[in-house]
């Protein structure tokens, strides 16, 4: 079964500071897409940015990006030029590249920043 | 583009009653919906996986009888909580669909049983 770990609860940045959240999964599909959501207090479910696994160039999203390495099974986002608006949590997501696409959530990570 | 509308954002109700959730695609047509309920600072929980036209598949330990999902559109499925009690009180988001490979979600809804 596919499981997506964020082995980070939560992180904490100072404002134009850059900072790295962490992902792993688990799986043995060849096709799969990966995702990185943002629930800020509001609760709203923000697609950040995505990444297809038969892409070897990492996604790029303005100040979003993301480090996609395959054989690892990791995928973390990286946020430059952090700004208050990116406190939210952050949840990473996989979704197999089958007929289906029902999404596995990870645990989340809550992003702080700091003034 | 993509909006997913969830209709009502908060409900208070008595324990007992049954209590119905909507979730509509406002500019696309959705063949699957999908419902998640989320427990504070904790993640999203699949419930079940409607696709227009047919039965809801529900993950395992959703209670089929108690979370009725009906799908009868493209743009509009609706999830019923039946006798709904206070362990039911939960955050419950929706989300859809095209052939496409990204999710749209709802705003969600805030379900209150006293």
């Known amino acids: 079964a596919q499981t997506v770990t964020q082995s980070q609860p939560e992180m904490s940045v100072q404002e134009a500071e850059t900072v790295t959240l962490s992902c792993t999964y688990d799986?043995?599909?060849?096709?799969?897409?990966l995702f990185w959501y943002k629930q800020p207090p509001s609760r709203q479910m923000i697609l950040v940015i995505r990444q297809e696994a038969y892409k070897q160039q990492n996604a790029t999203e303005n100040r979003f990006s993301v480090n996609f390495q395959k054989a690892a099974k990791s995928f973390s986002l990286k946020i430059s030029d952090s700004q208050l608006g990116d406190a939210a949590m952050y949840f990473c997501?996989?979704?197999?590249?089958?007929?289906?696409?029902?999404?596995?959530f990870g645990t989340g990570t809550l992003l702080a920043v700091q003034p | 583009g993509a909006v997913v509308s969830q209709h009502p954002s908060w409900v208070i109700c008595k324990s007992g009653t049954s209590v119905k959730i909507e979730c509509r695609s406002l500019d696309f047509q959705a063949t699957t919906m999908f419902w998640y309920r989320q427990f504070p600072k904790q993640s999203l929980m699949l419930m079940a996986t409607?696709?227009?036209?047919?039965?809801?598949?529900?993950e395992q330990g959703v209670e089929k009888d108690k979370f009725l999902i009906n799908h009868a559109s493209l743009t509009l499925s609706t999830l019923t909580v039946t006798s709904a009690h206070p362990e039911d009180s939960s955050f419950y988001i929706c989300?859809?669909?095209?052939?496409?490979?990204?999710?749209?979600f709802g705003d969600g809804t805030r379900l209150s049983i006293l």
């Open positions: 409607s696709n227009e036209g047919s039965k809801a598949t529900y």
């Open positions: 997501a996989y979704r197999w590249g089958g007929a289906t696409n029902k999404l596995i």
């Open positions: 989300s859809a669909s095209t052939q496409g490979v990204a999710q749209h």
């Open positions: 799986t043995s599909e060849s096709d799969y897409y």
